[in-house]
């Protein structure tokens, strides 16, 4: 694994994408190589050198210090 191996970006509309940086190994979503920017969605793989990912991404985000849903009454 590279020290700047890939990278995850968001854009405007909240959607994920994965870039390979040029790493000597690649970068793999879903067991191909990645060529180009791609999006990510729910569930995906992401092998990075030995490593392998999942992107899951929470319907809502909460602020630092917000209660979870569970304990709103």
């Not at 995850?8 to 959607?15: A, F």
């Not at 490593?51 to 209660?67: A, D, I, N, Q, Y």
């Amino acid at each position: 694994m590279s020290r700047e191996h890939c990278a995850i970006t968001v854009d405007r509309d909240c959607s994920f994408f994965l870039q390979d940086l040029g790493s000597k190994n690649n970068t793999y979503l879903n067991k191909k190589p990645l060529r180009k920017k791609r999006q990510l969605f729910y569930g995906d793989r992401v092998l990075v050198g030995g490593t392998m990912l999942r992107f899951f991404l929470e319907e809502e985000v909460r602020t630092k210090g917000s209660p979870p849903d569970s304990a709103k009454a």
